[in-house]
T-cell receptor
């Protein structure tokens, strides 16, 4: 079975540019998560969706960040405008909606903002 | 909220046993995950503990004490490929049980 698929794997962009990260969750999973990982702060939950509806976006750093899930098989995380401090690995993850179920991570999108 | 503490780094010898500790303070607790993350890769699931006690899965075991807010991951017969970061993560009891909080991870280096 295909796992969580993310694109792009690596992106280098200039400060001020818009960045769009994409994710395809595991088929049948009804929860989708966006995490950000840095050396200083570790793995932080930015936002998660249940059945395509955003449930908790309290981890989104500021208004420059937005996420959408137009259907069960696709989500985007957008940063506009991007700043150097946004440089991190962004992981998308998904899980089935029962307590105790494993969260499966994609390979991550490595973002560098210069 | 949750607060999770793990040692930052550990070193152990190939063939030995290592124990990675995790302590947590949380307003409500449902269960605790351990994930393994090799450098440059995604975290992968190792274990999930809900009840007190030790759960064994091959060379890896995970222990939980809910009353003490404490867990450990035990790795036996260490292999070089076990060099990775090990992330402890807590699932809350309420406020969205999918809102799992991760510790910053313990970077384990296995040496010959």
């Amino acid at each position: 079975d295909a796992g969580v698929i993310q694109s792009p794997r690596h992106e280098v962009t200039e400060m001020g540019q818009e960045v769009t990260l994409r994710c395809k969750p595991i088929s049948g999973h009804d929860y989708l998560f966006w995490y950000r990982q840095t050396m200083m702060r570790g793995l932080e939950l930015l936002i998660y969706f249940n059945n395509n509806v955003p449930i908790d976006d309290s981890g989104m750093p500021e208004d420059r960040f937005s996420a959408k899930m137009p259907n069960a098989s696709f989500s985007t995380l957008k940063i506009q405008p991007s700043e150097p401090r946004d440089s991190a690995v962004y992981f998308c993850a998904s899980s089935a909606g029962t307590a105790g179920n494993t969260i499966y991570f994609g390979e991550g999108s490595w973002l560098t903002v210069v | 909220g949750q607060n999770i503490d793990q040692p930052t780094e550990m070193t152990a010898t190939e063939g030995a046993i290592v124990q990675i500790n995790c302590t947590y303070q949380t307003s409500g607790f449902n269960g605790l995950f351990w994930y393994q993350q090799h450098a440059g890769e995604a975290p992968t699931f190792l274990s999930y503990n809900v009840l007190d006690g030790l759960e064994e899965k091959g060379r890896f075991s995970s222990f939980l004490s809910r009353s003490k807010g404490y867990s450990y991951l035990l790795l036996k017969e260490l292999q070089m490929k076990d060099s990775a970061s090990y992330l402890c993560a807590v699932r809350p009891l309420s406020g969205g049980y999918q809102k799992v909080t991760f510790g910053t991870g313990t970077k384990l280096q296995v040496i010959p």
